[in-house]
């Protein structure tokens, strides 16, 4: 199992370009289900998720070719015979339960896999099938599965109980071939959910209101291909920027809308760095002392939990105590053990870690738990005296394209190791 050794002190200089988004891109990828035609999208990122998402496609027998070296996906859905996301496939990525809208409005049946808990939290799919059954569906749980199925939908006005992000993935997608006008509210108002309803418009669907918390959605009787390029990852900018900061360094991270990371870079100028936001970059230069910031994760445009674990390793650095309060997900702090073994002062009292500042962080063996806690451990790890190791680096590979290598780029002494 590869493993990524670290020696740490480097601080973090030059220039880095973010690929794709990965969040957006999953559904985005899904959505070609949704019509018979050819589907083209561009800087789609070459990840493990990515890969996961094209092994489903492809059981459902729609034809792929990803060009990795290109960042190019085409996709063509003209021959789908099956209608089932199998157990084993949405355990490795549970995002796959957003292709049951996509399936279930355009073929009238589904059958997907419940995800069952991660490592973050138990993640209940619970507003994507209630939504669902408001268009017409009918669905039933039987051996761990989701069995759905329904003439045309119907258009309908359907509220969440919480923004969340995949429910309104689901419900938009499966809303584009309804009959009549659906209204969803309360939804997530994340980029990727706008990056998504410019897709599936490029694909003819009619929405409006993405971006805001009531999205309205006119169902066609089809939809047609498309082409359509996929938006710069907002959550690798920030991780990189992360990094940056915690090596002292000075970067600028291009590829990105810098309305998308505000919310991150608000926090980053408050621990003392100086942010410049360029067109489509940021540019980051450190301070020389660290100022202790308090966070609280929400949905957008508030703080990302996807950002949390990331920005508790500056925090680990940081003068003076900081609050981190994980609003998201139950079990969000996988990765505080891990920076405690490099020497960080940190408490968890229920949803909320309290840091305590130290002069620096020491090199350890370490474990990733989850894709946004392994990006954290990575941070620890470049900041650190001395050698550290992470151990089940797989996680990274779901969602930072070739991290080590960008990394490398910018003066970290990083390598990969078997
Ligand atoms: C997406 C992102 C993930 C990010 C999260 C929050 C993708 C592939 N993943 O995950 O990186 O951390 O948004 O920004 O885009 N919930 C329920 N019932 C449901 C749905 C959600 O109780 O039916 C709860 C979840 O358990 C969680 C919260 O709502 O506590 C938010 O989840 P949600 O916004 O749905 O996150 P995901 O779409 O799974």
Same mark, same amino acid.
């Given at each position: 199992?590869?493993?990524?050794?670290?020696?740490?002190?480097?601080?973090?200089? &030059?220039?880095?370009?973010?690929?794709?988004?990965?969040?957006?891109?999953?559904?985005?990828?899904?959505?070609?289900?949704?019509?018979?035609?050819?589907?083209?999208?561009? =800087?789609?990122?070459?990840?493990?998720?990515?890969?996961?998402?094209?092994?489903?496609?492809?059981?459902?027998?729609?034809?792929? *070719?990803?060009?990795?070296?290109?960042?190019?996906?085409?996709?063509?859905?003209?021959?789908?015979?099956?209608? *089932?996301?199998?157990?084993?496939?949405? /355990?490795?990525?549970?995002?796959?339960?957003?292709?049951?809208?996509?399936?279930?409005?355009?073929?009238?049946?589904?059958?997907?896999?419940?995800?069952?808990?991660?490592?973050? &939290?138990?993640?209940?799919?619970?507003?994507?099938?209630?939504?669902?059954?408001?268009?017409?569906?009918?669905?039933?749980?039987?051996?761990?599965?989701?069995?759905?199925?329904?003439? /045309?939908?119907?258009?309908? /006005?359907?509220?969440?109980?919480?923004?969340?992000?995949?429910?309104?993935?689901?419900?938009?997608?499966?809303?584009?071939? %309804?009959?009549?006008?659906?209204?969803?509210?309360?939804?997530? =108002?994340?980029?990727?959910?706008?990056?998504?309803?410019?897709?599936? =418009?490029?694909?003819? +669907?009619?929405? *409006? &209101?993405?971006?805001?918390?009531?999205?309205?959605?006119?169902?066609?009787?089809?939809?047609? &291909?498309?082409?359509?390029?996929?938006?710069?990852?907002?959550?690798?900018?920030?991780?990189?920027?992360?990094?940056?900061?915690?090596?002292?360094?000075?970067? !600028?991270?291009?590829?990105? #809308?810098?309305?998308?990371?505000?919310?991150?870079?608000?926090?980053?100028?408050?621990?003392?760095?100086?942010?410049?936001?360029? !067109? #489509?970059?940021?540019?980051?230069?450190?301070?020389?002392?660290?100022?202790?910031?308090?966070?609280?994760?929400?949905?957008?445009?508030?703080?990302?939990?996807?950002?949390? +674990?990331?920005?508790?390793?500056?925090?680990?650095?940081?003068?003076?105590?900081?609050?981190?309060?994980?609003?998201?997900?139950?079990?969000?702090?996988?990765?505080?053990?891990?920076?405690?073994?490099?020497?960080?002062?940190?408490?968890?009292?229920?949803?909320?870690?309290?840091?305590?500042?130290?002069?620096?962080?020491?090199?350890?063996?370490?474990?990733?738990?989850?894709?946004?806690?392994?990006?954290?451990?990575?941070?620890?790890?470049?900041?650190?005296?001395?050698?550290?190791?992470?151990?089940?680096?797989?996680?990274?590979?779901?969602?930072?394209?070739?991290?080590?290598?960008?990394? /490398?780029?910018?003066? %970290?002494?990083? !390598?990969?190791?078997?």
């Amino acid at each position: 199992m590869d493993k990524i050794k670290i020696r740490g002190g480097n601080s973090l200089s &030059g220039v880095v370009e973010v690929s794709g988004s990965k969040n957006a891109a999953l559904p985005i990828l899904f959505s070609s289900v949704l019509t018979d035609e050819l589907c083209v999208y561009k =800087r789609v990122p070459d990840l493990q998720d990515i890969h996961s998402t094209l092994v489903l496609l492809k059981y459902l027998n729609i034809d792929c *070719e990803f060009k990795s070296e290109q960042h190019e996906a085409q996709l063509k859905a003209n021959c789908v015979n099956k209608h *089932e996301a199998p157990y084993d496939l949405v /355990r490795k990525m549970r995002a796959s339960v957003v292709v049951l809208g996509p399936l279930l409005a355009k073929y009238g049946k589904a059958k997907v896999s419940l995800p069952g808990g991660c490592a973050i &939290g138990a993640r209940p799919i619970n507003y994507h099938l209630s939504g669902l059954e408001k268009l017409g569906a009918k669905i039933q749980l039987e051996n761990g599965y989701v069995i759905a199925s329904c003439k /045309r939908l119907r258009g309908t /006005r359907v509220c969440l109980e919480f923004p969340s992000v995949g429910a309104t993935e689901n419900i938009m997608m499966a809303a584009t071939l %309804a009959k009549g006008e659906t209204v969803i509210e309360n939804t997530a =108002r994340e980029p990727e959910i706008s990056d998504l309803a410019c897709a599936l =418009r490029a694909m003819g +669907a009619q929405i *409006e &209101g993405d971006g805001t918390e009531r999205i309205f959605v006119q169902g066609q009787t089809s939809l047609h &291909g498309c082409q359509y390029q996929i938006m710069g990852d907002r959550i690798e900018a920030g991780t990189y920027l992360a990094a940056a900061l915690a090596t002292k360094g000075c970067i !600028e991270v291009t590829g990105i #809308n810098t309305k998308h990371l505000e919310a991150v870079l608000k926090k980053l100028e408050k621990t003392g760095a100086q942010i410049e936001r360029k !067109e #489509n970059a940021v540019l980051l230069r450190s301070p020389k002392k660290l100022k202790s910031v308090n966070i609280v994760t929400s949905p957008f445009p508030g703080f990302p939990t996807d950002m949390q +674990a990331q920005f508790m390793v500056i925090m680990a650095i940081a003068n003076g105590i900081s609050h981190i309060k994980e609003t998201i997900f139950e079990n969000r702090f996988m990765h505080v053990p891990e920076l405690i073994r490099l020497g960080a002062n940190i408490i968890i009292d229920g949803n909320m870690a309290i840091i305590h500042g130290v002069k620096n962080l020491i090199g350890a063996p370490l474990m990733a738990t989850d894709l946004r806690a392994s990006a954290s451990l990575i941070i620890g790890a470049l900041c650190a005296e001395g050698e550290s190791i992470v151990n089940r680096i797989y996680h990274l590979d779901r969602g930072y394209e070739k991290m080590e290598i960008k990394l /490398r780029a910018l003066g %970290a002494d990083i !390598e990969r190791i078997l």
